[in-house]
């Protein structure tokens, strides 16, 4: 029998969560409620979906929830709609792909296409420098 690690059992304690979630924000790298404080509910999302958890609205509302011990149904109309537009936005930005590794392959193919140019650029005086016979 494994004792149950403590990080978890205060993160199940907060309102809203429980065993399973407490679980998947220790996945996500996420150990205490001060840390969900300072990263916010949708970052803290956007970390478990990362770490391959099917994370839903409800379980930002939830988190959203735990922050404010509110009862995540209870969370304000307009507080909802804030959390809901900006899970989809965090979503889409999921769906992208990571914006870094786009950059970083556009600078890779840059730096290989400039390369490619130098090398051709090299090659052209020493042909015009060959005698010809």
């Not at 205060?10 to 996945?27: P, Q, R, S, Y």
């Not at 786009?102 to 890779?108: E, F, M, N, P, V």
């Amino acid at each position: 029998m494994s004792a149950i690690d403590p990080v978890v059992v205060e993160l199940a304690a907060l309102k809203n969560l429980g065993e399973k979630t407490a679980l998947w924000l220790v996945d996500a790298g996420v150990r205490s409620r001060s840390e969900m404080a300072k990263l916010g509910a949708i970052e803290v999302c956007r970390r478990m979906l990362l770490a391959g958890h099917p994370v839903s609205l409800v379980a930002a509302y939830a988190i959203e929830g735990a922050l404010t011990d509110t009862h995540w149904n209870q969370i304000p109309p307009q507080k909802k709609l804030e959390v809901q537009r900006l899970f989809a936005v965090m979503k889409r930005g999921i769906a992208a792909g990571p914006p870094v590794v786009k950059a970083a392959a556009r600078s890779a193919k840059a730096a290989a296409d400039a390369a490619e140019a130098a090398g051709a650029a090299a090659e052209a005086p020493a042909k015009a420098a060959k005698p010809k016979a």
